[in-house]
């Protein structure tokens, strides 16, 4: 059963997801429903989910096929994506190649290899608690608030809690996306 704190955060999570979305659409080519487009490859951020106190989403990426000539050309370059994106910070939990068909009016059908990233972000990480205790410290003793109050909370600190939900989720994001776009680029130009 999901808690308060789990449910809040997860309407925070996708409040940032969604703004990420919206961040990335505008910068590169948008498409249909949460993907857009850059480099001639599709790319998707998923809405999260809550899951075992942790918030979850997936990233996937859309495998350049027309540039491979064989299939294991393809599993090669999945292979060499998935060992980038093991390295340094902002490690996805799963990796892996989905094939996804496409039969939207029953006449066409279209095969698509895509690269699929599942996060985990722990709810407890997405927020710093010397740091809410600081900001709220600061916005009692007459400093400016930077935090608008949320309507979800009753306490000034809820609202800087909620905020860096928000702030922490787009943030891992937006590396983690940036991460997969670099990671693609690099490893099609070898």
Not at 59 to 78: G, R
Not at 125 to 141: C, M, Y
Not at 152 to 167: D, F, H, K, P, Y
Request: proline share 5%.
């Amino acid at each position: 059963m999901s808690t308060l704190k789990g449910l809040l955060f997860n309407q925070y999570a996708t409040e940032a997801l969604s703004a990420l979305v919206e961040e990335m659409q505008s910068k590169y080519s948008p498409k249909k429903g949460r993907r857009f487009n850059h480099d001639n490859i599709t790319y998707e951020v998923s809405r999260p989910t809550l899951r075992d106190n942790c918030i979850e989403f997936e990233i996937s990426s859309k495998i350049p096929e027309d540039e491979f000539k064989s299939p294991k050309e393809m599993q090669s370059f999945y292979a060499k994506i998935n060992k980038v994106l093991a390295k340094g910070k902002n490690k996805p939990v799963s990796v892996a190649m989905e094939n996804i068909v496409w039969d939207s009016r029953k006449d066409t059908e279209k095969k698509r290899d895509y690269v699929k990233l599942q996060y985990q972000c722990p709810l407890d990480d997405l927020f710093d608690n010397n740091d809410v205790v600081k900001q709220a410290q600061e916005a009692r003793s007459g400093g400016d608030d930077p935090t608008p109050r949320s309507p979800s909370t009753l306490t000034q600190a809820g609202g800087i809690v909620l905020e860096s939900v928000r702030e922490s989720i787009h943030q891992f994001g937006r590396d983690s996306l940036n991460k997969l776009i670099d990671a693609n680029k690099r490893l099609r130009s070898s």
